[in-house]
C-alpha cells in the first residue's frame, strides 16, 4: 500500500495484510517486521497499514487501517484490551460499542456480539442474522437496544430474548444507511440516516424530516 525512503536510508514498505517491513537497501534485506505476531516494539493491532515511514529520529509511525495512526516507542501500560465477562476484545474489528449495567454490546464490522456478565451470556449475530453489514450505533430505549447498520437500516434486539427483530416505524428505516442514533431530551428516539432524520416518539407516532 505504501513505499518510502525513510531519513536514515533505509526503505519502509507497508502492506494491506501482512503488517510493515524495513529493508536496508545496502544489503537488499529485510531487516524488522511489524505485525500482529510479533513481540514488543514490533508488535501492531493490525497487519492492514496504509503507510509506514520512519523520521530522522528513527521512530516509525504506521498509518493503520481502522485503527488509526501509532508509533513507536509506546507505553503499553497505559492502554489494555477491553475484557468484558473474561473475554478479550483483542484483535475484534469494533465498530461501535454500548455498555450498560451487565450488558456490552459489540457493533462489528460483520456482526453483533453479545456479552451478559451476570447470565455469563455470548450471543454473536452474524451479518445475515441482522441482515447487514457494519454495525455503526447502539443505544437502548424504552427497555431495548436499537442497531444501526451501514447498509441494513435499524434492528431492534431484546437482551431477555437474545432476539433480533425488524422495526415497524417506517419501511425507510430498514435498508438505508444508519449515521447515527441518539435518544433526545424529550425521551424520543433520533435517527439520522440517508433518508433524512426520523424521530420516534414513546407512542410508536413518527416524524420525517
Request: proline content about 4%.
Amino acid at each position: 500500500t505504501d513505499v518510502s525512503l525513510s531519513q536514515d536510508d533505509f526503505i519502509c514498505v507497508a502492506t494491506d495484510g501482512s503488517g510493515g517491513y524495513l529493508i536496508d537497501p545496502q544489503t537488499e534485506q529485510v531487516v524488522e517486521r511489524y505485525n500482529m505476531d510479533a513481540s514488543g516494539m514490533h508488535r501492531l493491532p493490525t497487519n492492514a497499514l496504509h503507510c509506514f515511514n520512519r523520521d530522522a529520529n528513527a521512530i516509525n509511525w504506521f498509518g493503520l487501517v481502522r485503527c488509526g495512526l501509532a508509533y513507536e516507542p509506546h507505553n503499553s501500560h497505559l492502554f489494555k484490551p477491553y475484557k468484558p465477562d473474561g473475554m478479550s476484545t483483542q484483535g475484534m474489528n469494533i465498530r461501535s460499542f454500548f455498555v450498560r449495567g451487565p450488558h456490552t454490546l459489540l457493533g462489528l464490522q460483520d456482526g453483533l456480539c453479545f456479552i451478559d456478565s451476570e447470565r455469563h451470556i455470548r450471543r454473536f449475530f452474524s451479518d445475515e442474522e441482522l441482515g447487514g453489514h457494519i454495525v455503526n450505533n447502539i443505544m437502548w430505549w424504552q427497555g431495548k437496544y436499537y442497531i444501526g447498520m451501514f447498509d441494513g437500516g435499524v434492528r431492534i434486539f431484546d437482551a431477555q430474548t437474545l432476539t433480533v427483530s425488524h422495526q415497524t416505524f417506517s419501511p425507510l428505516l430498514t435498508k438505508n444507511s444508519i449515521g447515527d442514533i441518539q435518544v433526545g431530551p424529550d425521551e424520543n428516539l433520533w435517527v439520522g440516516c440517508t433518508d433524512g432524520l426520523f424521530i420516534i416518539r414513546q407512542d410508536s407516532a413518527i416524524s420525517h424530516f
